[in-house]
Nanobody, 127 residues
Framework: QVQLLESGGGSVQPGGSLRLACLLTTNRTYPYPYYSIGWFRQAPGKERQGIAAFTSSGQTFVTDPVKGRFTISQDNAKKTLYLQMNSLEPDDTGTYYC??????????????????WGQGTQVRVSS
């Protein structure tokens, strides 16, 4: 069992920055040797979409809409994955989720392959 907790959302003006955090906790005695973590967002009235991925081997991927503005980093000691979001635009508004895929290190951002999900954190970009 894996629990994920997102934080760091809020309201910001266009051009501003936010750093989202995804804290992972597990009751497993031994951590998963291979895993993937995805960041997804759901804009108001739209379907949820994957925007960034991270694997246990250190690979990262961001989708075209956020490329050059969003970056992923991990703090192993804190068991936290971060999504640094710069140059935010109104279209970045939405609920942001992190998700965990056990036993596979892949940059796949299809929702159906992820086993565990956080509750989400809200981001609002508006002037």
């Amino acid at each position: 069992q894996v629990q994920l907790l997102e934080s760091g959302g809020g309201s910001v003006q266009p051009g501003g920055s936010l750093r989202l955090a995804c804290l992972l906790t597990t009751n497993r005695t031994y951590p998963y040797p291979y895993y993937s973590i995805g960041w997804f967002r759901q804009a108001p009235g739209k379907e949820r979409q994957g925007i960034a991925a991270f694997t246990s081997s250190g690979q990262t991927f961001v989708t075209d809409p956020v490329k050059g503005r969003f970056t992923i980093s991990q703090d192993n000691a804190k068991k936290t994955l971060y999504l640094q979001m710069n140059s935010l635009e109104p279209d970045d508004t939405g609920t942001y989720y992190c998700a965990f895929r056990a036993n596979v290190a892949s940059l796949n951002l299809e929702e159906s392959v992820y086993n565990y999900w956080g509750q989400g954190t809200q981001v609002r970009v508006s002037s």
